[in-house]
T-cell receptor, first 113, second 112 residues
Framework: AQSVSQHNHHVILSEAASLELGCNYS??????LFWYVQYPGQHLQLLLK??????LVKGIKGFEAEFIKSKFSFNLRKPSVQWSDTAEYFC???????????FGKGTTLSVSS | DAGVIQSPRHEVTEMGQEVTLRCKPI?????LFWYRQTMMRGLELLIY????????DSGMPEDRFSAKMPNASFSTLKIQPSEPRDSAVYFC??????????FGSGTRLTVV
């Protein structure tokens, strides 16, 4: 069965530090990849998505992610985090259109000011 | 667009009672998903529909859970009887064409 692994359970950073959250998936075929963010007490919001083309994807709020097919990875990055980035981040895979998103367990990011 | 609308936002009920959660997807979206979120298990897919037809209900925990989508603009998730271990946040999401989902605000269910 397809699965998504997020290696970091909890990341603690100071403001202005750089961020990289790891995500690996297990699926041999073409996949669609997503990062969602969930601010405390809120619903999931789409940060960015990759379907095809340029493997470096830019999303909202200065986030970007790089798809490396050979490593089955889709890591999320931000050059300089802000206190307002404190949230839980979920990587998700959609093996094909019409199937459900498969989520990783999530990574909690805490940013101190 | 009002987005995906879920009701109620919070539900507290006693063990053994019936609970009904409601979802209104975004107009024009042909897929609807129900997820459950807990600290221990993260986000779990319960069931999803395409054009009002259930496609995959393998994530429904047991017979106490049932979901319906009588029309394109409404879906319910029912738990009968409810148990404390059902306490979680239940999210509904919808999408058009199966790519990139929009989530509702969720229903926080507490069964005491």
């Amino acid at each position: 069965a397809q699965s998504v692994s997020q290696h970091n359970h909890h990341v603690i950073l100071s403001e202005a530090a750089s961020l990289e959250l790891g995500c690996n998936y297990s699926y041999g075929g073409t996949v669609n990849l997503f990062w969602y963010v969930q601010y405390p007490g809120q619903h999931l919001q789409l940060l960015l998505k990759y379907f095809s083309g340029d493997p470096l994807v830019k999303g909202i709020k200065g986030f970007e992610a790089e798809f490396i097919k050979s490593k089955f990875s889709f890591n999320l990055r931000k050059p300089s985090v802000q206190w307002s980035d404190t949230a839980e981040y979920f990587c998700a895979v959609n093996p094909e259109a019409g199937t459900a998103l498969i989520f990783g367990k999530g990574t909690t990011l805490s940013v101190s000011s | 667009d009002a987005g995906v609308i879920q009701s109620p936002r919070h539900e507290v009920t006693e063990m053994g009672q019936e609970v009904t959660l409601r979802c209104k997807p975004i107009s024009g979206h042909d897929y609807l998903f129900w997820y459950r979120q807990t600290m221990m298990r993260g986000l779990e897919l319960l069931i999803y529909f395409n054009n009002n037809v259930p496609i995959d209900d393998s994530g429904m925990p047991e017979d106490r859970f049932s979901a319906k989508m009588p029309n394109a603009s409404f879906s319910t998730l029912k738990i009968q009887p409810s148990e404390p271990r059902d306490s979680a946040v239940y999210f509904c999401a919808s999408t058009s064409g199966g790519y990139g989902y929009t989530f509702g605000s969720g229903t926080r269910l507490t069964v005491v």
